[in-house]
Nanobody
Framework: QVQPVESGGGLVQAGGSLRLSCAAS????????VGWFRQAPGKEREFVAGISWTSSSTYGKDSVKDRFTISRDNAKNTVYLQMDSLAPEDTAVYYC????????????????WGQGTQVTVSS
């Protein structure tokens, strides 16, 4: 069993950058696909980006694709989400989640979830 822990959130001005980290314990971390999700107040949780155990990446909305980059360092049991050119609409709690197999867009397909990290982008 693994327990992911997110870090790196905070308050940033529009146009700024943040790098989120998702660290997980367990020797089998490299076997998991990892997804980043976000949830804004009053909205459903949405898929942001995912990375497979082979480091193949997948992104959600087009608005994220050109600004966010997901990567993983299996030696450190960590997945990163580099977020550039942040906008107020990126404000949300960001969660990472793990599952065996391929990246999936649906949150229900993930087995292990972190507690989330708040990202707030001011205009």
């Amino acid at each position: 069993q693994v327990q992911p822990v997110e870090s790196g959130g905070g308050l940033v001005q529009a146009g700024g950058s943040l790098r989120l980290s998702c660290a997980a314990s367990g020797r089998t971390f490299s076997s998991y696909a990892v997804g980043w999700f976000r949830q804004a107040p009053g909205k459903e949780r949405e898929f942001v980006a995912g990375i497979s155990w082979t480091s193949s990446s997948t992104y959600g909305k087009d608005s994220v694709k050109d600004r966010f980059t997901i990567s993983r360092d299996n030696a450190k049991n960590t997945v990163y989400l580099q977020m550039d050119s942040l906008a107020p609409e990126d404000t949300a709690v960001y969660y990472c989640a793990l599952r065996f197999g391929n990246v999936r867009y649906a949150a229900a397909m993930y087995d292990y979830w972190g507690q989330g990290t708040q990202v707030t982008v001011s205009s």
